[in-house]
């Protein structure tokens, strides 16, 4: 089936050490998303890429990254997490243009 | 500044019984007005959506009553089942630029009882 995939899970870091998180779809979708969904809080936008072109939240910390080599992967990078950066990180996709987005099932992320 | 107000946040109703969640929004520049149900280790599922020009949108047991004027909408869940039980997220969208920012509300935890 067509999907938003993410790995891992579960992922855990020490404080201070880089880390980064996958995404892949096989939906063929042009636009994806990056959230940070801290616990009981809702889905927070961090930026998105439309094909290749990147597009900043401007309150996104400058310790978040993200790169997009193909349509089909889109990867987060942490620079120095924080105990703040603790969280469920949700990538979705959507087709340029439609007002539905698709969520893959998050990756929980702790930070020692 | 939180542009979508979401009520309650949290909400036990017994089986059969109808479950109420209520949003509000400030912004009148959002076009689009989704639901979102996430269940417990599973990223958000759009449940049902409707637009401003409409004021209810019903799909099986879900219903979304939008009130324009006031910036007001909301989710009604007919015969709650325990199966319905969920976070569910209101949320508010505009288009920017080719793609939908979407905005969300706090989430309910809806808890439906045998």
């Known amino acids: 089936d067509a999907m938003v995939i993410q790995n891992p899970r579960y992922q855990v870091t020490q404080f201070g050490k880089p880390v980064t998180l996958s995404c892949s779809q096989t939906l063929n979708h042009n636009v994806m998303y990056w959230y940070q969904q801290k616990s009981s809080q809702a889905p927070k936008l961090l930026f998105h890429y439309y094909d290749k072109d990147f597009n900043n939240e401007a309150d996104t910390p400058d310790n978040f990254q993200s790169r997009r080599p193909n349509t089909s992967f889109c990867f987060l990078d942490i620079r120095s997490p924080g105990l703040g950066d603790a969280a469920m990180y949700l990538c979705?996709?959507?087709?340029?243009?439609?007002?539905?987005?698709?969520f893959g099932p998050g990756t929980r992320l702790t930070v020692l | 500044q939180q542009q979508v107000k979401q009520s309650p946040q949290s909400l036990i109703v017994q089986k059969g019984g109808i479950s109420i969640i209520n949003c509000a929004y400030e912004?009148?520049?959002?076009?689009?007005f989704p639901w979102y149900q996430q269940f417990p280790g599973k990223g958000p599922a759009l449940l049902i959506a409707?637009?401003?020009?409409?004021s209810e949108k019903k799909e099986g047991r879900f219903t979304i009553s939008f009130n324009k004027s006031a910036k007001q909408f909301s989710l009604h869940i007919m015969d709650s089942q325990p199966g319905d039980s969920a976070t569910y997220f209101c949320?508010?969208?505009?288009?920017?630029?080719?793609?939908?920012?979407?905005?969300f509300g706090i989430g309910t935890k809806l808890q439906v009882i045998p």
């Open positions: 949320a508010a969208s505009m288009r920017s630029g080719g793609y939908q920012k979407v905005t």
């Open positions: 409707i637009r401003p020009d409409v």
């Open positions: 912004n009148t520049a959002f076009d689009y």
């Open positions: 979705a996709t959507s087709v340029r243009g439609s007002d539905t987005q698709y």
